[in-house]
């Protein structure tokens, strides 16, 4: 099977289980369908930054209640570990002031050991940051809920923004069409919302797109002059020789000078939006 064909259709043009159904011919010689994807999996381990251990952080596995989508939905919560003098309702051993919450959003995959780190580097960025265990192919319910249970966290301040990945990208500009108080959302190479729903935005909105992606790239034109009719702040950036995924450093589309960039943007971009 074409290694390349198998990053992309692990990596959001297909989901798990059509990519399993094709594998499955391909499985011979004792090797089952999983056993293949496995193989095929990029190397997160190889490509983790902040361990799950890191001592500046806590992070676990939360559950949280969708009522309006698929009920009880599982996620990843990271917290920073810095100590003052104030404490707070937390988890045991956890004491500190409150701070503002990313919501992080993943592809149509669902949550991943990549998806999990980009919640522990928020936390190592002084954010509270949660993200669901929910495809972004479900429904958006899901993801409304997911942000009412981050703001709800009695370590966070309230205010909240979210950052998206791929179909996850289109996720976190409709939850800004969907969630009046939602201060900031950040889209890597995302989908775009309706013109119309554009005027219900209230979030300050960042966009990464990669310079190689036609779909993405053809709707930018129409929700941009959405935004500015509606004077929504928002600030696009358009990265030279990437690809649909240039974020993602465990598969081969990982752009790490482009990468490294809209990440500092993003973090600078919630730093200004979510603690004023």
């Known amino acids: 099977m074409d290694r390349k064909k198998a990053d992309r259709d692990v990596h959001g043009l297909i989901d798990r289980r059509v990519f399993l159904d094709r594998a499955a011919k391909f499985a011979v010689g004792g090797m089952t369908a999983g056993m293949l994807l496995d193989a095929l999996n990029p190397a997160f381990a190889e490509a983790q930054q902040i361990a799950k251990d890191d001592k500046r952080i806590r992070a676990e596995h939360v559950e949280y209640s969708s009522p309006q989508g698929h009920g009880k939905m599982r996620g990843y919560l990271a917290l920073p570990w810095r100590q003052t003098n104030q404490v707070v309702r937390a988890p045991a051993g956890l004491t500190g002031r409150r701070r503002a919450g990313v919501l992080v959003v993943p592809d149509k995959n669902g949550l991943n050991p990549h998806i999990e780190e980009i919640v522990r580097r928020l936390a190592v960025d002084n954010f509270i940051a949660f993200a669901p265990d929910a495809a ?71 966009i990464h797109d990669p310079e190689s992606d036609e779909r993405i790239n053809a709707g930018w034109p129409a929700f941009e002059a959405a935004l500015r009719a509606n004077r929504v702040p928002h600030v696009r950036y358009r990265y030279p020789g990437t690809q649909h995924g240039f974020n993602n450093d465990a598969t081969p589309r990982y752009d790490a000078a482009a990468a490294k960039l809209a990440w500092q943007r993003s973090v600078d971009f919630f730093r200004r939006y979510l603690r004023r």
């Open 136 to 206: 972004a192919a479900k429904t958006l319910d899901d993801f409304v809920a997911a942000a009412s249970y981050l703001k709800s966290r009695p370590e966070c301040t309230g205010t909240i923004g979210v950052v998206g990945f791929g179909d996850g990208g289109g996720i976190a500009n409709m939850l800004a069409t969907r969630l009046p108080d939602l201060a900031a959302a950040v889209s890597f190479y995302g989908s775009q919302p309706k013109a119309e729903d554009v005027a219900r935005i209230k979030a300050a909105l960042m």
